[in-house]
């Protein structure tokens, strides 16, 4: 987004996302070798960690920016930092909430999950969902806009420490941004 705050070039989350790219293509080409198998998903919490360090480092840098340096703040780039904060946020935790719930993609694949993260509705009542339903990538995303949205869960509700932890912080870093969202136009009308 252009004339944004951000702490890093803006060509850094492409490089985040060869170096990414480049094990995941291996990992499809071993064929599911269990090797590459780790490397690509302690890669993928990498550059998620990374990313979320990265956000949450944003909005700390505009937080000091609006206390600090207020006469410095510029109303489009404090609206369109705070987009890109909630939009990362939603789309990180996504990610986060996929990697995490039920062992991760591979273990829901192969059916060999452990307890779940999260419990969604279609789980109580088998009857409205096809035989051998399993949360996917839509569920999550779902998942991650609501929180990100009502500040809290809304249709699949966190059953682990981890997952209710992941969900408070997903919901404080969305506070910040929303409530810029719903002042700047006036307190920042007149400079």
Known sequence: MPDRYRLAPPGFVYF??????????????????????RVERMLMFGAVGLALTINTANLVDVVDELLFHSRDVRPMSLFLTSIAIWLGNMLIFTLIYWLIDRGGPDARATGSTPYPDFDFPAMSDPS??????????IDYLFIGFTTTTAFGPTEAMPLTARAKALSIAQSMISLVPSSWLRHAPSEFSNR
């Open 16 to 37: 985040v996302a060869a170096l990414m790219i480049v094990p995941m293509i291996v990992a499809a080409i071993a064929k599911g070798s269990p090797v590459w198998r």
């Open 128 to 137: 409205k969902v096809p035989p051998g339903w399993q949360p996917g990538i």
